[in-house]
């Protein structure tokens, strides 16, 4: 096949560079918030406890559910029993925490040297009494937040059957009370800016009749509550998310159930999903910007076979909202050094806003999970008339700095390991990592990804003025 010589085909290449990201288990530092009653024990060494220790050092206020457990000498040689070792610390953190779940993430020390984790789980796991899911989060990994994936994909197995289920508690039906505007108001959270409210009197959308539907995907829940009533909107009810606020809430999957993943970085969760619990996986583009989740609905609808209703109006008006940033954007140029997969969902949100994307750095691409967001990539560049990006899997560092060079462009989103080196070279950068944290799905939430991108542009407006960039840029130069 000759792909990357047609013109209107995206062109993809491949270098030979490193994975310059984080870690994965870096993953903890989200997923133990959002399940509020797991405890993560993270098995590796000294420098795995290093990296835990500066990659959350921010949440130093926060009640912390994750421990490392440090192999030492004995335990690498094999001269200690690992199962009884294991089993203190966990009966230690169930006597201390009384968790729901323990996680064991496995690093690359558990890997080579074939550390058993899978084996002693299930015997631990009768001995406790409480359920342990084996993660092997480790530097294997292509980028830092394919971590999330290995856990959600453990967590997507001990998923229940609907027969499973425990039997519901019948209670007396409470009178029904007339909702009023006043109620109604108070039991929504006031939207955000490009959030349209509807009309305080009109009924609500009644659910059609659909296959359940599991979201997967670890985000926070105002933005699980956003999603679940766009969908509620087309009368689409969500079964359930993956992950839930606590484990012992995991949504029941039965075969046939259909699932729709969030995030760009899920393809395992998304083949475990389809393969061991024979699920059907909507190929949808990913809710990231206003173009995105207007598009990640109408996929949905379709399966279901529901007509959406006021999609376009919606994302209209969601557009006029974030013009005054728009316009800071519109024209200019962005290039992707690539850090956490969510490069393609950006880029075409970039794009649409009006952008040049020179290219999209991606550490790995799995084309089959991205192909609906590919081919809205695609179909965004032909709207928008700007020439197709070529994306470079698995980017030379070095090369990309050249290139950067060359093409000199307005904005680099880069990881955190780049980005001090380029802006000494004059060079604008935003950290990649930022996306990753923040609230980034949803047409309520276009803002906020808006405000992480223009704001080193705007810090270099507040500089102009004050005349102090060209004295950076002077500096820069010089190879000050």
Same mark, same amino acid.
């Given at each position: 096949?000759?792909v990357?010589t047609?013109p209107?085909?995206?062109?993809?290449?491949c270098?030979t560079?490193?994975y310059?990201t984080?870690?994965?288990?870096s993953?903890?530092?989200?997923?133990?918030?959002? !399940?509020? =009653?797991?405890?993560?024990l993270?098995?590796?060494?000294k420098? *795995?406890?290093?990296?835990?220790?500066?990659a959350?050092?921010?949440?130093?206020?926060?009640?912390?559910?994750?421990a490392?457990?440090?192999?030492?000498?004995?335990?690498?040689?094999?001269?200690?029993?690992?199962?009884?070792e294991?089993?203190? +610390? *966990?009966n230690?953190?169930?006597?201390?925490?009384?968790p729901?779940?323990i996680?064991? !993430?496995?690093?690359c020390?558990?890997?080579?040297v074939?550390?058993? /984790?899978?084996?002693?789980?299930?015997?631990?796991?009768?001995?406790?009494?409480?359920?342990?899911?084996v993660?092997?989060?480790n530097?294997?990994?292509?980028?830092f937040?394919?971590g999330?994936?290995?856990?959600?994909?453990?967590?997507?197995?001990?998923?229940?059957?609907?027969?499973?289920?425990?039997?519901?508690?019948?209670a007396?039906?409470?009178?029904? &009370?007339?909702?009023?505007? +006043?109620?109604?108001?108070?039991?929504?959270?006031?939207?955000?800016?490009?959030?349209?409210?509807?009309?305080?009197?009109?009924?609500?959308?009644?659910?059609?009749?659909?296959?359940p539907?599991?979201?997967?995907?670890?985000?926070?829940?105002?933005?699980?509550?956003?999603?679940?009533?766009?969908?509620?909107?087309?009368?689409?009810?969500?079964?359930?998310?993956?992950?839930?606020?606590?484990y012992?809430? /995991?949504p029941?999957?039965d075969?046939g159930?259909y699932?729709?993943?969030v995030?760009p970085? +899920?393809s395992?969760t998304a083949?475990?999903?389809m393969?061991?619990?024979?699920a059907? /996986?909507?190929?949808?583009?990913?809710?990231?910007?206003?173009?995105?989740?207007?598009?990640?609905v109408?996929?949905?609808?379709?399966?279901?076979?529901v007509?959406?209703?006021?999609l376009?109006?919606?994302?209209?008006?969601?557009w006029?909202?974030?013009?005054?940033y728009?316009s800071?954007?519109r024209?200019?140029?962005?290039f992707?050094?690539g850090?956490?997969?969510l490069? !393609?969902?950006?880029?075409?949100?970039?794009?649409r806003?009006?952008?040049?994307?020179?290219?999209?750095?991606?550490?790995?691409?799995? &084309?089959?999970?991205?192909?609906?967001?590919?081919d809205?990539?695609?179909?965004?560049c032909?709207?928008?008339d700007?020439p197709?990006?070529?994306?470079?899997?698995?980017? =030379?560092?070095?090369?990309?700095?050249?290139?950067i060079?060359? $093409?000199?462009?307005?904005?680099?989103i880069t990881?955190m390991?780049?980005?001090?080196?380029?802006?000494a070279?004059g060079?604008?950068?935003?950290?990649?990592?930022e996306?990753?944290?923040?609230?980034?799905?949803?047409?309520?939430?276009?803002r906020?990804?808006l405000? $992480?991108?223009t704001?080193? +542009?705007?810090?270099?407006?507040?500089?102009d003025?004050?005349?102090?960039s060209?004295?950076?840029?002077?500096?820069?130069n010089?190879?000050v």
């Amino acid at each position: 096949m000759t792909v990357a010589t047609q013109p209107d085909a995206l062109n993809f290449e491949c270098e030979t560079g490193n994975y310059h990201t984080f870690c994965p288990i870096s993953c903890v530092a989200w997923l133990y918030q959002k !399940i509020e =009653d797991s405890f993560f024990l993270v098995i590796g060494t000294k420098t *795995c406890g290093y990296f835990l220790q500066n990659a959350m050092g921010v949440m130093i206020f926060a009640e912390p559910r994750y421990a490392m457990a440090e192999l030492e000498e004995g335990d690498i040689s094999a001269q200690l029993n690992d199962y009884e070792e294991l089993k203190r +610390l *966990c009966n230690q953190v169930k006597r201390d925490r009384n968790p729901s779940v323990i996680v064991f !993430i496995g690093t690359c020390t558990t890997e080579i040297v074939k550390m058993d /984790l899978e084996g002693l789980a299930p015997k631990l796991e009768s001995e406790i009494n409480i359920p342990i899911v084996v993660a092997r989060a480790n530097g294997l990994d292509y980028a830092f937040t394919q971590g999330e994936d290995t856990v959600l994909a453990a967590m997507a197995q001990r998923c229940p059957t609907r027969e499973e289920l425990p039997e519901p508690d019948i209670a007396p039906a409470e009178p029904k &009370k007339s909702a009023n505007p +006043l109620q109604r108001l108070m039991n929504f959270a006031q939207p955000k800016d490009g959030e349209v409210q509807g009309d305080a009197g009109e009924e609500e959308t009644p659910y059609i009749d659909h296959p359940p539907l599991v979201l997967f995907g670890s985000v926070p829940d105002p933005v699980v509550t956003q999603l679940d009533l766009e969908l509620k909107k087309q009368g689409i009810k969500v079964e359930g998310w993956l992950p839930m606020k606590t484990y012992t809430e /995991l949504p029941p999957l039965d075969p046939g159930d259909y699932v729709c993943g969030v995030n760009p970085f +899920l393809s395992r969760t998304a083949t475990t999903l389809m393969r061991r619990r024979k699920a059907k /996986l909507i190929g949808a583009p990913f809710p990231i910007g206003p173009d995105g989740t207007r598009a990640w609905v109408e996929k949905i609808c379709s399966v279901f076979g529901v007509e959406p209703k006021g999609l376009e109006e919606r994302e209209r008006q969601v557009w006029e909202n974030l013009e005054d940033y728009v316009s800071l954007l519109r024209g200019k140029s962005v290039f992707f050094m690539g850090d956490n997969l969510l490069e !393609i969902s950006l880029a075409r949100f970039f794009i649409r806003c009006g952008m040049r994307v020179d290219e999209i750095g991606i550490p790995y691409m799995d &084309k089959r999970y991205q192909r609906a967001e590919l081919d809205l990539l695609t179909t965004t560049c032909r709207e928008m008339d700007v020439p197709l990006p070529t994306i470079v899997e698995k980017p =030379d560092n070095y090369n990309q700095v050249q290139r950067i060079k060359e $093409l000199d462009p307005d904005l680099v989103i880069t990881g955190m390991a780049h980005a001090n080196p380029l802006e000494a070279r004059g060079i604008t950068t935003k950290w990649s990592v930022e996306f990753t944290f923040a609230q980034i799905h949803g047409f309520a939430n276009a803002r906020d990804v808006l405000e $992480l991108a223009t704001r080193p +542009l705007r810090r270099n407006q507040s500089l102009d003025k004050l005349g102090w960039s060209n004295l950076v840029r002077e500096d820069a130069n010089a190879g000050v």
